[in-house]
């Protein structure tokens, strides 16, 4: 059985590690001095429940359909959506009950937040 402490610190690192790889501080991005993409929109979405994976932003639409899908999802006690970007910000606004979105300053802010409130949840 692992300790709540561990497991506190194994969510925590899980969700640090992708924000590293998302603004390049880890991965092949740090071969070079600074990252070959950046990061200019973020929609993270975090549930005590399982949740449907949201649409890759390869799709141009992938905005809309993830706020449909955190949409149908909302109704649940524990669910968070942290979003950084005008398109996803103002998408999410308009579709989530109030005190579901939080807009982020940073995707890494917005990673942080998520890890913040899984620790949180953790029992």
Not at 13 to 26: E, P, Q, S, Y
Not at 57 to 67: I, Q
Not at 101 to 110: M, R
Request: glycine share 6%; no cysteine; charged share 20%.
């Amino acid at each position: 059985m692992i300790q709540l402490s561990d497991r506190k610190l194994r969510a925590r690192a899980a969700v640090l590690a992708l924000a590293d790889v998302l603004t390049g501080k880890f991965g092949a991005a740090a071969a070079r001095a600074l990252p070959a993409i950046r990061v200019v929109e973020l929609i993270a979405a975090v549930s005590d429940n399982p949740i449907p994976n949201l649409i890759h932003g390869f799709y141009s639409d992938y905005v809309e359909e993830s706020a449909r899908i955190l949409s149908a999802l909302s109704g649940r006690k524990q669910l968070r959506v942290y979003a950084y970007g005008d398109r996803p910000v103002e998408q999410l606004s308009k579709m989530l009950p109030q005190g579901i979105l939080t807009v982020a300053e940073s995707p890494y802010g917005a990673l942080l937040d998520v890890a913040s409130v899984i620790e949180q949840w953790l029992k």
